[in-house]
């Protein structure tokens, strides 16, 4: 099946939330054109170029992919496999947002309704992000001056916030998701240096000559 080109309305006379929700809404419903087969071959692709991007750092925070989200299963596998310890999102205590090391795929459980499978062992406080040297995230759109569209909770907004600043940050975003088009942002958000295509990686206006390179 084809998939149609992503075309994203005129948000100019809206507010900020108002106007990320029309851009999300026309991402989520473009996203949902890819079938099974083409997130595979999307996955094998991610998971060369995730492991070029993050070159020799040796500690890299990861997402575990749902619906049609950038796939990133083979990515974290193909992490693991180049000796890279690997962390991901999961619940603390009292449903606090934390982060676990993957072992194995095996052990990526869903423990509450809805959310992504994490990792079983213990949870850790955000404040370990200062200590990767990589941090790979989701996005709906980042634009080209780094601007970037997340699901809305603020999750990984908070956790860029975390984050050292010799850290090399890029998101995972089909191609076409890489906007001209203004993000509305506000105070909260974060931008991002890098999007990370499946089989480019491209740097934005964002990362200036002060950030790190990939690689």
Not at 85 to 111: Q, S
Not at 128 to 138: K, N, R, S, T
């Amino acid at each position: 099946m084809s998939i149609s080109a992503l075309s994203i309305p005129e948000i100019s006379h809206l507010e900020v939330e108002e106007g990320k929700q029309v851009i999300r809404s026309t991402i989520r419903a473009h996203r949902k054109q890819r079938g099974r087969r083409v997130l595979e071959n999307y996955s094998k692709e991610w998971a060369e170029t995730v492991l070029q991007f993050v070159g020799d750092r040796e500690l890299v925070a990861c997402y575990v992919s749902v619906n049609k989200e950038p796939p990133t299963h083979a990515v974290i596998e193909a992490l693991c496999k180049a000796g890279k310890r690997v962390l991901l999102p999961k619940l603390g205590p009292g449903l606090t947002r934390a982060w676990g090391f993957y072992t194995t795929d095996e052990e990526l459980v869903e423990m509450a309704p809805g959310r992504p499978p994490e990792p079983l062992g213990e949870a850790l406080d955000p404040e370990i992000l200062a200590e990767v040297g990589a941090l790979v995230i989701p996005a709906l759109a980042i634009s080209q001056r780094g601007a970037r569209l997340g699901q809305g909770g603020g999750w990984y907004d908070r956790a860029l916030k975390k984050v050292g600043p010799d850290a090399l940050v890029g998101a995972m975003i089909y191609p076409e998701e890489l906007l001209v088009e203004h993000i509305p942002q506000d105070e909260m958000d974060v931008s991002v240096p890098y999007a990370i295509h499946p089989t480019t990686i491209v740097r934005t206006s964002a990362a200036d000559e002060t950030f790190p390179q990939f690689g």
